[in-house]
């Protein structure tokens, strides 16, 4: 049996999506972040950073194994199945780098979310900082897409769940998918999948924090934000931010 462990965040729904798209028996365990579950002693045993998403599979290859870090799950996953991850060639070798794009660059996308919509106080400088660098990595993705259905070429793959999740924060991020054709072509026929609407709803869909009411109070300071023009400064070029730099 699988076991992943899960709060209402990007990276544990692409492990979702991926267990929905192959349709492996798994059950899911809330971490809620919102109440520092994540730094309890139980789930540390689990995870020592204390981070989600983690997996238990009582069926390892040599028994039962833990794994954490969404990169290396999605990889187990896809080579326990054999789906989603072709075995060998130039094909594989292009949907990990397009995963592996996504795992070094997600903490730019999570900066954008720290101080677009959760931070105390609105720092333009930081929240331009990490706007830009959205809007450039959609850029990347956009063009990518210009010439190929999915992220790592014309067959769906993790590739794909691994940046779905992410991009569903676009307005956290301070991204409008009109500006990326493409990137929202694609966004939209993912988001169709059965598979990928049931995985990302796991265990909420993107817009809510959960049921506590420390999350009830994290929901209400996002709307607070989205709706806040000192947090929400539009994106300048890239060309912009250079010459920001006083080089």
């Known amino acids: 049996m699988l076991t992943v462990y899960v709060h209402g965040g990007p990276n544990p729904r692409k492990i979702t999506i991926f267990l929905e798209e192959t349709g492996l ?3 899911h365990q809330l971490v809620d972040i919102y109440e520092a579950q994540n730094r309890s002693a139980e789930f540390l045993k689990v995870n020592p950073n204390g981070r989600l998403p983690a997996l238990l599979d009582s069926e390892g290859p040599d028994g039962p194994i833990v794994l954490w870090e969404s990169g290396a799950i999605l990889q187990y996953l896809a080579e326990k199945t054999g789906l989603f991850l072709p075995r060998e060639g130039s094909a594989r070798y292009e949907v990990l780098k397009w995963l592996h794009f996504q795992l070094t660059h997600a903490p730019y996308l999570g900066n954008a979310h720290v101080y677009r919509v959760m931070y105390r106080e609105a720092l333009p400088a930081v929240i331009k900082r990490f706007t830009i660098e959205s809007a450039r990595i959609y850029g990347v993705l956009d063009t990518q897409l210009a ?3 999915y992220v790592a070429g014309n ?3 993790l590739a794909d ?3 779905y ?3 569903e924060y676009h307005a956290w991020q301070g991204q409008d998918l009109d500006d990326f ?4 072509r694609w966004f939209d026929e993912t988001g169709g999948r059965p598979a990928v609407r049931r995985g990302a709803s796991i265990p909420w869909p993107y817009a809510e924090c959960g049921p506590s009411a420390t999350g009830r109070r994290a929901k ?3 709307e607070r934000r989205l709706a806040d023009p000192a947090f929400a400064l539009a994106a300048c070029s890239e060309d912009a931010a250079m010459a920001n730099l006083g080089l």
């Open 161 to 163: 769940m691994a940046w």
């Open 155 to 157: 067959e769906y793959s």
């Open 165 to 167: 999740p992410w991009i």
């Open 220 to 222: 209400a300071l996002i």
């Open 181 to 184: 054709r493409h990137l929202k």
């Open 25 to 27: 028996p798994y059950q």
């Open 147 to 149: 010439g190929t259905r």
